[in-house]
């Protein structure tokens, strides 16, 4: 062995002192960040800089217009109409009512109010990953809610006086339409997905046709059709309350696009996914309810809520059929003449996209989250 070694002298000994390294790079930290995301190239950096220098230009002026030459107080239009006002917050704060329960009457607004808590109190536990009890939740949001929802809103039992939804405006409708449409689209689309890749062909047409007709058609036909013609097919003597229709109306357009959403992840699912499950010996509903769709929801996330973010957006097309919305009640008050300034309708915009961007932002914040909670991915 010392002869091998010899003749192929296969050794390292260092002769010197290694001279000294420098420092490792930060890897973490506000300047790294910023290197790394603001300055990574020259291309990066020629855009922050122009993107910087846009800010700077803009955002002045927004400011100013925003809140230093802002009226936050007054009786009337003659508080925004002084030289060099802004936005005109007065015009918010005294319709603020509303533009949150619109013409509901004020002595009945608390039952309103007792819906948003009874919301809350679905919606924030189910939010949270370590509350508890998350199927009797789920109940309580998709059945409790929107049971309890209908008898305190329209009223007319257990003592409670009867109002119209011609009544109903602002935030109000604009959560009702879009919670509703929600909760129906979301097992309506999951079934449509599922007879979109049925074996049988009578359930597969019909899922195909159902699909690709409402996806066809704009969601502003749709409420037309529900709010106009549908009256037209009815026999004589039957109507139907214009909200319910066009809830009903969202409902089947929404759940039409969540269908193929869902779809998409269950072609995600490995073939080996489905016959793993029946090598196990579960029959189709079982490995649906089990296997496969878990793993497809947990993929589609992003594309289920950009759907349910559309679809709150789209509440405001309900203008169209009467029903005023908080884009719609808002506009509303614009004709006001206790209120008409130049700044009023800039005013009244930017404070229904701020209340639309919440909830949509909020909506996609917790989708990422949530994203990230249950991406047990296939890292290695």
Same mark, same amino acid.
């Given at each position: 062995?010392?002869?091998?070694?010899?003749?192929?002298?296969?050794?390292?000994?260092?002769?010197?002192? #290694?001279?000294?390294?420098?420092?490792?790079?930060?890897?973490?930290?506000?300047?790294?960040?910023?290197?790394?995301?603001? &300055?990574?190239?020259?291309?990066?950096?020629?855009?922050?800089?122009?993107?910087?220098?846009?800010?700077?230009?803009?955002?002045? /002026?927004?400011?100013?217009?925003?809140?230093?030459?802002?009226?936050?107080? /007054?009786?009337?239009?003659?508080?925004?109409?002084?030289?060099?006002?802004?936005?005109?917050?007065?015009?918010?704060?005294? +319709?603020?009512?509303?533009?949150?329960?619109?013409?509901?009457?004020?002595?009945?607004?608390?039952?309103?109010?007792?819906?948003?808590?009874?919301?809350?109190?679905?919606?924030?536990?189910?939010?949270?990953?370590?509350?508890?009890?998350? +199927?009797?939740?789920?109940?309580?949001?998709?059945?409790?809610?929107?049971?309890?929802?209908? &008898?305190?809103?329209?009223?007319?039992?257990? $003592?409670?006086?009867?109002?119209?939804?011609?009544?109903?405006? /602002?935030?109000?409708?604009?959560?009702?339409?879009?919670?509703?449409?929600?909760?129906?689209?979301?097992?309506?689309?999951?079934?449509?997905?599922? $007879?979109?890749?049925?074996?049988?062909?009578?359930?597969? !047409?019909? #899922?195909?046709?159902?699909?690709?007709?409402?996806?066809?058609?704009?969601?502003?036909?749709?409420?037309?059709? #529900?709010?106009?013609?549908?009256?037209?097919?009815?026999?004589? $003597?039957?109507?139907?309350?214009?909200?319910?229709?066009?809830?009903?109306?969202?409902?089947? &357009?929404?759940?039409?696009?969540?269908?193929?959403?869902?779809? /998409?992840?269950?072609?995600?699912?490995? +073939?080996?996914?489905?016959?793993?499950?029946?090598?196990?010996?579960?029959?189709?509903?079982?490995?649906?309810?089990?296997?496969?769709?878990?793993?497809?929801?947990?993929?589609?996330?992003?594309?289920?809520?950009?759907? &349910?973010?559309?679809?709150?957006?789209?509440?405001?097309?309900?203008?169209?059929?009467?029903?005023?919305?908080?884009?719609?009640?808002?506009?509303?008050?614009?004709?006001?003449?206790?209120?008409?300034?130049?700044?009023?309708?800039?005013?009244?915009?930017?404070? #229904?996209?701020?209340?639309?961007?919440? !909830?949509?932002?909020?909506?996609?914040?917790?989708?990422?989250?949530?994203?990230?909670?249950?991406?047990?991915?296939? +890292?290695?």
């Amino acid at each position: 062995m010392a002869d091998i070694h010899a003749e192929t002298d296969l050794y390292f000994v260092r002769r010197e002192i #290694a001279q000294a390294e420098p420092p490792p790079v930060r890897t973490s930290g506000p300047g790294n960040w910023v290197r790394r995301n603001l &300055f990574a190239t020259p291309g990066d950096a020629v855009l922050t800089i122009l993107a910087l220098l846009f800010v700077a230009y803009t955002l002045p /002026g927004i400011i100013d217009w925003a809140f230093l030459s802002a009226v936050w107080t /007054g009786e009337d239009r003659t508080a925004c109409i002084v030289e060099g006002a802004g936005a005109c917050w007065a015009f918010v704060k005294a +319709k603020f009512p509303q533009f949150i329960y619109g013409r509901y009457p004020v002595a009945e607004r608390w039952r309103v109010d007792l819906v948003f808590l009874l919301l809350a109190i679905g919606i924030v536990p189910m939010a949270i990953p370590s509350v508890p009890y998350k +199927k009797l939740n789920l109940v309580y949001l998709m059945v409790v809610v929107p049971v309890v929802s209908f &008898f305190l809103l329209t009223g007319g039992a257990f $003592g409670l006086r009867s109002v119209e939804t011609s009544l109903w405006g /602002g935030l109000l409708v604009t959560l009702v339409v879009s919670y509703v449409g929600i909760v129906m689209s979301l097992p309506l689309g999951i079934l449509l997905a599922l $007879g979109r890749r049925s074996d049988l062909p009578a359930v597969r !047409f019909f #899922a195909i046709g159902f699909i690709e007709i409402w996806r066809g058609v704009p969601l502003i036909t749709v409420l037309f059709m #529900a709010s106009v013609m549908l009256p037209l097919f009815l026999p004589v $003597g039957m109507n139907f309350d214009k909200l319910l229709r066009a809830l009903i109306g969202v409902a089947l &357009f929404s759940s039409a696009y969540v269908a193929e959403v869902i779809r /998409g992840g269950l072609q995600a699912i490995p +073939k080996g996914q489905y016959e793993a499950a029946r090598a196990l010996g579960l029959g189709y509903w079982p490995m649906m309810r089990l296997i496969i769709l878990p793993q497809a929801l947990k993929l589609v996330i992003p594309g289920i809520v950009n759907s &349910f973010i559309s679809l709150f957006k789209d509440t405001s097309l309900v203008y169209i059929i009467g029903l005023f919305d908080l884009l719609g009640i808002v506009r509303i008050n614009f004709s006001d003449a206790n209120w008409a300034t130049p700044q009023t309708p800039a005013t009244g915009l930017v404070f #229904a996209a701020l209340v639309f961007w919440v !909830f949509c932002f909020g909506m996609s914040r917790y989708s990422q989250a949530l994203e990230q909670r249950l991406d047990t991915g296939h +890292k290695r």
